[in-house]
């Protein structure tokens, strides 16, 4: 329409309509937006591509858990529940029981006949590892775990021993420091 504008057929520009509608203010906001992206393009990403391109971890990181052995294959964990027990977030459950001359899990009078942890309460603080008089329980540096359901998300022995007969995978190649 005449009189509204430049554009033929048109009215003024969305630009020029902004600027009376907001006296400048929104257009200058745009500009500085446009300003903040503006000054981002030289710099180096921070994203990477996910999962083609793993995240470097920090030296300190702590991710899955994993129950060691002794060289002989004995299993360190006593079944003393002090890991348990230092558990902020209540995510372990162990159930000792007594060794046999004949059934010999570990080298101290029990084995932990059940080791599970709930992952998904789990908070990464370290304190069980701290905890464990015998150094049996460790943090791996392992983080890519996702699952559709709770229930899988805990832990138990089978999938926590390291070295365990017939399972899918060794915990303890996941990393440790
Ligand atoms: S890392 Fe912390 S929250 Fe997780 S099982 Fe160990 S003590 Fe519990
Ligand atoms: S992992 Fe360590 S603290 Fe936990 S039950 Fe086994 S020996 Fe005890």
């Not at 996910?50 to 991710?63: F, Q, T």
């Not at 983080?143 to 709770?150: I, K, L, M, N, W």
Request: glycine share 10%; with cysteine.
């Amino acid at each position: 329409m005449a009189g509204e504008g430049a554009r033929p057929g048109g009215g003024a520009s969305w630009l020029a309509r902004l600027w009376r509608a907001t006296g400048g203010h929104a257009a200058v906001q745009i500009a500085r937006g446009m300003l903040t992206t503006i000054k981002h393009v030289p710099k180096r990403p921070v994203t990477v591509s996910y999962p083609e391109v793993k995240p470097e971890l920090g030296s300190r990181w702590k991710g899955l858990h994993y129950l060691a052995r002794y060289e002989n294959g004995l299993e360190r964990c006593v079944g003393c529940s002090l890991c348990a027990l230092a558990c902020p977030a209540h995510c372990i459950t162990v159930v000792a029981a007594e060794n046999r001359d004949d059934a010999r899990f570990s080298p101290g009078e029990r084995y932990a006949r059940v080791y599970d942890i709930d992952e998904l309460r789990c908070i990464f603080c370290g304190l069980c590892v701290l905890a464990c008089p015998e150094d049996a329980i460790r943090m791996t540096r392992k983080y890519d775990f996702a699952y559709s359901t709770r229930e899988q998300f805990v832990y138990h022995k089978e999938q926590l021993l390291e070295r365990a007969p017939g399972a899918a995978e060794d915990p303890s190649a996941w990393g440790y420091d």
